[in-house]
């Protein structure tokens, strides 16, 4: 995936590593980290969407984290399999953790989530990862992409930036296939009159829904509002999604360095 790589990284010969495939016998060598894991209890569970959920997290300890970044998370009764979900707010002084978790069907976590969970249970989390952060070493003006539940970090993300003070404009672009696939909307709205360089687009792309007067198809809407390439730009939901999302905004020239993207696969 060479869009992913700056030039000056391929250079360095850096190489996304899902996506190579070894050509003949090869010796690798690993450092395994000594990861810090967290218990942390269940307190709050309510639906945001039909398939989606949210939950908060009351970790035992001080759980440090960046707005943006994500958690693994141990499904129960199968402690050798992890989860990543990001946390959908900024660090707290309650220190709780909030997830948008997307129902999936066969879904190990999701089910378990969704069928068995009750406040007061354990979960197991390892320690947060991820580059997907608010870069405060400039105050650009922001272009947030989101679909699905890749707006929880998103929506963290954002949050930092208000509560830092920034008044740089801010563009939020929502993406749902069907319309009770949004959450939040409710949420974003007024958020956006309380701030109002906060402008918040939701896009559907359900063709057959003929009641809907916004915006359609989450991309193209992208593109038509116009020029990018002074952003800084943030981009969350499937990696399809991702990947055309960088082929646009390398196309409308946003330099590579200003993209910042977290790719919800799969990781079962
Ligand atoms: C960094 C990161 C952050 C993430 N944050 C979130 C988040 O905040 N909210 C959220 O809902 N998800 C998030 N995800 C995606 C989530 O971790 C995966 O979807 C996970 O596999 C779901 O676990 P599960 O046990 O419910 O389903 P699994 O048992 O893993 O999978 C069940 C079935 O669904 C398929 N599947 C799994 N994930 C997807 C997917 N994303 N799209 C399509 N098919 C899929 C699998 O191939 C399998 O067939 C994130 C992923 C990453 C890598």
Same mark, same amino acid.
């Given at each position: 995936?060479?869009?992913?790589?700056?030039?000056?990284?391929?250079? /360095?010969?850096?190489?996304?590593?899902?996506?190579? #495939?070894?050509?003949?016998?090869?010796?690798?060598?690993?450092?395994?980290?000594?990861?810090?894991?967290?218990?942390?209890?269940?307190?709050?569970?309510?639906?945001?969407?039909?398939?989606?959920?949210?939950?908060?997290?009351?970790?035992?300890?001080? #759980? =440090?984290?960046? *707005?943006?970044?994500?958690?693994?998370?141990?499904? =129960?009764?199968? =402690? /050798? !399999?992890?989860?990543?979900?990001?946390?959908?707010?900024?660090?707290?002084?309650? &220190?709780?953790?909030?997830?948008?978790?997307?129902?999936?069907? &066969?879904?190990?976590?999701? !089910?378990?989530?969704?069928?068995?969970?009750?406040?007061?249970?354990?979960?197991?989390?390892?320690?947060?990862?991820?580059?997907?952060?608010?870069?405060?070493?400039?105050?650009?003006?922001?272009?947030?992409? %989101?679909?699905?539940?890749?707006?929880?970090?998103?929506? *963290?993300?954002?949050?930092?930036?208000?509560?830092? &003070?920034?008044?740089?404009?801010?563009?939020?672009? #929502?993406? %749902?296939?069907?319309?009770?696939?949004?959450?939040?909307?409710?949420?974003?709205?007024?958020?956006? !009159?309380? #701030?109002?360089?906060?402008?918040?687009?939701?896009?559907?792309?359900?063709?057959?829904?003929?009641?809907?007067? &916004?915006?359609?198809?989450?991309?193209?809407?992208? %593109?038509?509002?116009?020029?990018?390439?002074?952003? /800084?730009?943030?981009?969350?939901?499937?990696?399809?999604?991702?990947?055309?999302?960088?082929?646009?905004?390398?196309?409308?020239?946003?330099? +590579?360095? +200003?993209?910042?993207?977290? *790719?919800? *696969?799969?990781?079962?």
């Amino acid at each position: 995936m060479p869009l992913l790589l700056s030039s000056s990284e391929r250079a /360095e010969h850096m190489a996304i590593l899902c996506k190579l #495939y070894p050509r003949s016998d090869m010796r690798l060598r690993a450092e395994v980290l000594q990861e810090n894991t967290w218990t942390a209890k269940v307190v709050h569970l309510a639906p945001l969407a039909w398939n989606v959920m949210e939950l908060r997290l009351r970790p035992e300890r001080l #759980y =440090p984290y960046r *707005a943006g970044q994500y958690a693994r998370i141990a499904v =129960p009764g199968h =402690p /050798e !399999q992890w989860r990543s979900y990001s946390i959908a707010t900024p660090p707290t002084e309650q &220190g709780e953790l909030v997830f948008h978790i997307r129902e999936l069907p &066969g879904g190990v976590f999701s !089910q378990w989530l969704f069928q068995s969970a009750q406040i007061g249970d354990d979960l197991q989390l390892n320690g947060a990862q991820g580059e997907f952060f608010l870069r405060q070493d400039n105050e650009r003006k922001l272009l947030c992409i %989101a679909a699905g539940t890749g707006l929880a970090p998103i929506e *963290a993300i954002i949050q930092e930036s208000l509560s830092l &003070g920034w008044e740089s404009p801010i563009h939020l672009f #929502y993406g %749902a296939k069907k319309r009770d696939d949004f959450y939040h909307l409710e949420e974003l709205a007024a958020l956006s !009159q309380r #701030y109002p360089h906060l402008q918040v687009t939701p896009t559907l792309s359900d063709t057959g829904d003929t009641g809907w007067t &916004g915006a359609r198809r989450l991309l193209p809407t992208v %593109a038509s509002h116009g020029q990018w390439r002074d952003h /800084e730009v943030y981009l969350c939901g499937s990696p399809g999604m991702i990947e055309a999302a960088i082929d646009l905004l390398l196309s409308h020239e946003v330099p +590579h360095e +200003h993209i910042h993207f977290d *790719a919800f *696969a799969p990781n079962g």
